[in-house]
């Protein structure tokens, strides 16, 4: 069995690489939002079949990940529940199908890796796609760098800026990470985590930019910790007071935080789409309007928003009313219970352990980008099955952490 361990990482490297949606979406679709390319829909099917054909290889491995993340799979499944109820109820049960099958390989990943090969695994893919969007955007800019409205920003192998900073921020916490776990090569990991923190300056995305701060931040604040007492009760004390200080001047002069930030104070015109989108979600408040259903139906609900907004929005460009709207209400509770238990969990490993230094802050990365993009529960997308492979990882006792399924 130890001679397919190598297999193992390079076909869940190819999938996670597939899952980023990187360089295949921008050659095989018109648009981010487009699914009309018939051989993009075709290339999920080995992928959700190579996911089934693996989980059965070590069932009981697998029935004991599943049973320990319940609340995961209620929203999964929820999702795809909602055809039922969908504005589009074709659309829903494929979309739906697609989310589980997304989900049950993060769960995979859990199972199959522990700690210390999953941190490097994941560390390895973003370097590769780190390198790819370098490669682009210097080889082809007129593809892999903005000419219209941001005008030299990068958005490498994806379809925008955003999405490049999203992505090595993540890139940048994982490299760092796996530093940690192979202590022996840290100059190469340092070396890579400098370099996709040079991408996310090159994407020109402040939220990118505040996420690679706080991540730099978060993880010298935990290496602080681990020195001692005194130094933990500083570092706590002192980011509370932070916290507190920041809240109250967002609530007394939001506006001027804002511009002080260089953001427009709608922050480029979400605030605009979410007082709409607020009023969609308030009338279908406990059911939403099916899993990824609402901007697809072309006289549907979102045709009013567009109507509204004088613009034709794509997305909630917000995590929890894009959840609000596929779902409703319960969907939001659903993952907000999930995420506040894995990041508990998270902080249950600060002293011991080098998985705290990827799990507490892509968490806590995952809900600051949750709030200007709509980033949770996405199909067929890496940062979706990397939440659920960590909150997968983090429900499992901590004796898994020492070997891996073999």
């Not at 760092?176 to 370099?195: D, E, M, N, T, Y």
């Not at 935990?222 to 609530?251: E, N």
Request: proline letters at 4%; one cysteine or more; aromatic letters at 10%.
């Amino acid at each position: 069995m130890n001679v397919l361990r190598p297999m193992e990482f390079f076909l869940a490297g190819i999938v996670l690489f597939l899952v980023s949606q990187g360089l295949l979406g921008p050659l095989l679709a018109n648009s981010p939002e487009s699914e009309e390319s018939t051989l993009l829909r075709v290339m999920w099917l080995p992928v959700y079949a190579l996911t089934i054909a693996w989980m059965a290889i070590t069932p009981a491995r697998t029935l004991d990940v599943m049973w320990r993340t319940p609340i995961i799979l209620i929203l999964s499944l929820l999702c795809f529940a909602s055809f039922l109820w969908s504005v589009d109820s074709g659309l829903t049960q494929r979309r739906g199908f697609a989310l589980v099958m997304t989900t049950l390989f993060g769960l995979l990943l859990a199972s199959r890796f522990n700690w210390r090969e999953l941190i490097t695994l994941i560390a390895v893919v973003f370097s590769v796609l780190a390198v790819m969007s370098t490669v682009m955007s210097l080889a082809f800019p007129g593809i892999a760098v903005h000419h219209d409205i941001h005008v030299g920003a990068w958005k490498g192998i994806w379809w925008e800026k955003n999405t490049l900073g999203a992505m090595m921020a993540f890139g940048t916490t994982a490299a760092l990470a796996a530093s940690v776990c192979q202590p022996r090569h840290k100059l190469i990991w340092w070396g890579l985590a400098a370099f996709q923190a040079g991408l996310v300056l090159m994407s020109t995305s402040k939220t990118a930019l505040l996420a690679l701060m706080l991540a730099i931040a978060g993880i010298a604040a935990i290496h602080l910790i681990r020195r001692g007492f005194g130094f933990s009760a500083l570092i706590l004390v002192g980011g509370g007071l932070i916290a507190f200080i920041a809240a109250m001047v967002m609530s007394i002069a939001p506006v001027a935080v804002i511009e002080a930030l260089g953001r427009d104070p709608t922050l480029t015109g979400r605030t605009d789409i979410w007082v709409v989108l607020a009023e969609q979600v308030q009338a279908r408040p406990w059911t939403g309007y099916g899993y990824g259903a609402f901007w697809d139906a072309p006289y549907g609900p979102a045709f009013w928003v567009r109507q509204r907004t004088q613009w034709p929005v794509p997305t909630a460009h917000n995590g929890w009313l894009e959840i609000a709207l596929g779902i409703g209400v319960p969907g939001i509770i659903l993952m907000a219970v999930s995420l506040l238990l894995s990041i508990i969990r998270a902080c249950g490993r600060l002293f011991r352990g080098p998985e705290v230094f990827w799990a507490l802050i892509f968490l806590i990365l995952v809900v600051l980008i949750s709030i200007s993009e709509s980033n949770l529960l996405q199909r067929n997308a890496l940062t979706w099955v990397l939440f659920v492979a960590t909150a997968a990882r983090l429900a499992l006792p901590r004796r898994y952490d020492a070997v891996s399924q073999r």
